[in-house]
């Protein structure tokens, strides 16, 4: 933010763009190996890296096409060029910090007291697209009636004259018409129409306050309401929707590598070069692409369990029963965790009938829970 364009004198980036360009491609690698099973915002993290991308591609062609495509300029004009590339730059990096903010309600709902609002604020978003659709195309079709009202009808006296019927574009209207729905526009503070008819203000006025009654009377009590159906329905489930997306979020922690951006490039680096190795530089086969998936898993499930890093490498040896029977007398837990073994199924089915009344309470003793 401190950094000023105009101050720039070459485009070479400078050691705080290179950081950046590397914990993106750390970022790149990691999605690169972790494609799906993301959570509700994972699709974030996929926009924040296609505007980085998109960033970086500008900076490389306000290098290039000064070089390749430019040679009639001067220098004053190719730095011109140049700043102005840098610019936009700058605001597509910009746009990725922005939606960088939004990520964290994603980790959010770790958090029991976040967790259940960050539910409600991703449906009520939902609600607000769909408004947001309905509105543009009531104000798409007013932007064009608009629009031809203020086209002049009568030959301006001079150029002076014709700048007066500012509203005579479509991408003015719209402007308009977008910053009324915050009431900063009146009909009398709208240009003249001085080379229309007389009726034309008539006209005018009868739009703008159609235009009025429709966003902001039904629209927008319309957007109210819908917002507030979908708090209420959503609020007793959003507890439960957040467990599941804190089981969704703690998951894919645990399946993602271990090792942070950019890190995470060299150890991936080297896993590579370990499996081409093994299997005589040839990648593409069905045993190399099992060896790879191997040596990811051993970072990926490093930081599993509780009682510290236990890789997949350990556990397929030969002592690894004793070494988490070990783990698992000190921790309390049973040797088997299959679900079929862990639940006393039989209970459960005798509790059922009891509930529905299918067999008589009296032959079955079971304590019902409180």
Same mark, same amino acid.
């Not at 390749?68 to 990725?96: S, W």
């Not at 608009?146 to 009808?153: D, G, H, K, L």
């Not at 526009?185 to 703008?208: A, N």
């Given at each position: 933010l401190t950094h000023k364009i105009y101050e720039v004198k070459s485009i070479i980036p400078n050691p705080v763009e290179w950081l950046l360009l590397l914990w993106l491609s750390g970022n790149l690698v990691s999605e690169l190996s972790n494609v799906g099973g993301g959570s509700g915002l994972g699709i974030v993290k996929v926009l924040i890296l296609v505007l980085s991308a998109i960033a970086i591609a500008v900076h490389v062609l306000a290098f290039l096409l000064?070089?390749?495509?430019?040679?009639?300029?001067?220098?004053?004009?190719?730095?011109?060029?140049?700043?102005?590339?840098?610019?936009?730059?700058?605001? !597509?990096?910009?746009?990725?910090?922005?939606?960088?903010?939004?990520?964290?309600?994603?980790?959010?709902?770790?958090?029991?007291?976040?967790?259940?609002?960050?539910?409600?604020?991703?449906?009520?978003?939902?609600?607000?697209?769909?408004?947001?659709?309905?509105?543009?195309?009531?104000?798409?079709?007013?932007?064009?009636?608009?629009?031809?009202?203020?086209?002049?009808?009568?030959?301006?006296?001079?150029?002076?004259?014709?700048?007066?019927?500012?509203?005579?574009?479509?991408?003015?209207?719209?402007?308009?018409?977008?910053?009324?729905?915050?009431? !900063?526009?009146?009909?009398?503070?709208?240009?003249?129409?001085?080379?229309?008819?007389?009726?034309?203000?008539?006209?005018?006025?009868?739009?703008?306050?159609?235009?009025?009654?429709?966003?902001?009377?039904?629209?927008?009590?319309?957007?109210?309401?819908?917002?507030?159906?979908?708090?209420?329905?959503?609020?007793?489930?959003?507890?439960?929707?957040?467990?599941?997306?804190?089981?969704?979020?703690?998951?894919?922690?645990?399946?993602?590598?271990?090792?942070?951006?950019?890190?995470?490039?060299?150890t991936k680096l080297i896993v590579v070069l370990k499996v081409a190795y093994r299997n005589n530089l040839k990648l593409c086969t069905q045993k190399a692409q099992q060896d790879l998936r191997h040596e990811e898993n051993i970072d990926a499930f490093s930081m599993s369990g509780d009682a510290g890093r236990l890789s997949p490498a350990i556990l397929a040896s030969d002592n690894s029963a004793e070494v988490r029977r070990g783990q698992n007398e000190e921790l309390g837990k049973s040797d088997d965790w299959n679900i079929e073994t862990i639940i006393d199924w039989k209970r459960i089915v005798d509790m059922y009938y009891q509930i529905n009344g299918k067999v008589d309470a009296e032959d079955i003793h079971v304590e019902m829970p409180s």
């Open positions: 000064p070089i390749l495509f430019m040679h009639h300029l001067n220098d004053d004009e190719k730095m011109h060029f140049v700043r102005t590339m840098l610019y936009l730059k700058n605001q !597509l990096f910009a746009l990725a910090l922005l939606f960088s903010f939004v990520e964290f309600l994603d980790f959010l709902t770790v958090h029991h007291l976040f967790g259940p609002w960050a539910i409600i604020i991703r449906d009520l978003m939902y609600d607000l697209l769909r408004f947001l659709v309905i509105l543009l195309l009531f104000i798409a079709g007013f932007t064009l009636h608009i629009t031809s009202i203020f086209q002049p009808a009568y030959q301006p006296a001079d150029a002076d004259d014709a700048q007066w019927m500012r509203l005579s574009s479509p991408e003015q209207t719209l402007e308009m018409l977008f910053f009324s729905l915050f009431g !900063l526009v009146e009909p009398d503070t709208m240009p003249p129409l001085h080379l229309v008819p007389d009726f034309g203000k008539i006209i005018l006025k009868m739009i703008f306050g159609i235009y009025l009654l429709v966003t902001l009377i039904v629209l927008i009590n319309l957007l109210i309401a819908m917002m507030s159906d979908t708090y209420q329905r959503i609020q007793a489930q959003s507890d439960k929707e957040w467990k599941f997306g804190r089981a969704i979020l703690i998951r894919q922690m645990n399946k993602r590598s271990a090792t942070p951006a950019p890190i995470n490039m060299l």
